[in-house]
């Protein structure tokens, strides 16, 4: 079994910045992707940001240039730096985890709550 732990979620004035951090457990020996995806009330999930075992980023338009992505391989951690924050990046924000390819597994976290207040 896999758990994805997320942290860092909370409320935040716009302009302020917040640190999330995703920290993996369980059966899961090897990862290759990691990532931050968001879905606010209404609207379909989409990429924030995501870092692959190569160290290749992958950034949403929408966050472009405010959100830095990064990960600790010996702690099974990623993070997730978002700084100017605005009020249209309240979401809840998930935590993925790819396994390697083949027969790679996708996982989930249960998400964590960014409200940014103007």
């Known amino acids: 079994q896999v758990e994805l732990l997320e942290s860092g979620g909370g409320l935040v004035q716009a302009g302020g910045s917040l640190r999330l951090s995703c920290a993996a457990s369980g059966s899961i020996f090897s990862i290759h992707m990691m990532g931050w995806y968001r879905q606010a009330p209404g609207k379909q999930r989409e990429l924030v940001a995501a870092?692959?075992?190569?160290?290749?980023?992958y950034y949403g338009d929408s966050v472009k240039g405010r959100v830095t992505i990064s990960r600790d391989n010996a702690k099974k951690t990623a993070y997730l730096q978002m700084n100017h924050l605005e009020p249209g990046d309240t979401a809840v924000y998930y935590c993925?985890?790819?396994?390697?390819?083949?027969?790679?597994?996708?996982?989930w976290g249960k998400g964590t709550l960014v409200t940014v207040s103007s």
């Open positions: 870092i692959s075992s190569g160290d290749i980023l």
């Open positions: 993925n985890v790819e396994t390697p390819p083949p027969g790679g597994m996708d996982y």
